[in-house]
């Protein structure tokens, strides 16, 4: 077999940095997703992902040790892992993974908003708290992460002004039965208990 062309200075100088540049970008986009699936509990697609981002890795480090005269490598290979740190994060948003908890916090009146956000399917907590400004009400969300969109969608719609918060969630069990009743009559029923009546 004719090695000429993997000894040029075309293949050594052009192609080899493209392919380095490439396989960088995806090892690195595995590896965010890889961490990214750990730390939401995915605990068995995570080592999948793993196998395929070292595989890759290795070539790719198996190359620059071959090479080491060669700066377009070197830059090739950390550009690489720039531009597949951002891919990761991005193909990650997309994929909108796992479960979310969000908590907003809103002095005016959440009536409306809660009611909506019920007609949505959305289920929610509420807590009357007191704050710097006074009175206030805190409403918990656990959802999934492409949901999130939609929630503060109604939000902002309601209350723009509301604070709200968005934490991730590595599990999540439904333990408290769902309730047919209107959200004025789970609201009734919370404030009861809390003064003990």
């Known amino acids: 077999m004719d090695f000429a062309f993997f000894n040029s200075d075309f293949f050594v100088w052009i192609i080899l940095p493209l392919f380095i540049f490439s396989a960088r970008i995806i090892d690195v986009s595995l590896g965010t997703i890889r961490l990214i699936f750990i730390s939401r509990g995915f605990k068995y697609y995570a080592p999948i992902i793993g196998f395929f981002e070292i595989l890759v890795w290795l070539f790719a480090i198996s190359q620059i040790m071959q090479h080491l005269n060669n700066l377009f490598l070197i830059l090739a290979y950390a550009l690489g892992f720039s531009a597949g740190t951002f891919i990761g994060i991005y193909l990650e948003e997309k994929l909108s993974l796992g479960t979310v908890l969000i908590q907003i916090i809103t002095r005016k009146n959440s009536l409306g908003m809660l009611e909506e956000l019920q007609t949505k399917k959305f289920k929610t907590t509420v807590i009357e708290a007191e704050g710097e400004a006074g009175h206030i009400k805190m409403i918990f969300i656990v959802t999934k992460r492409q949901n ?17 918060a968005i934490e991730d969630v590595r599990a999540a069990h439904e333990g408290i039965p769902s309730s047919h009743k209107s959200f004025a009559e789970q609201l009734k029923t919370f404030t009861t208990f809390r003064k003990g009546k």
């Open 148 to 164: 999130i969109g939609k929630v503060l969608e109604t939000v902002k719609e309601f209350n723009p002004k509301a604070f709200y």
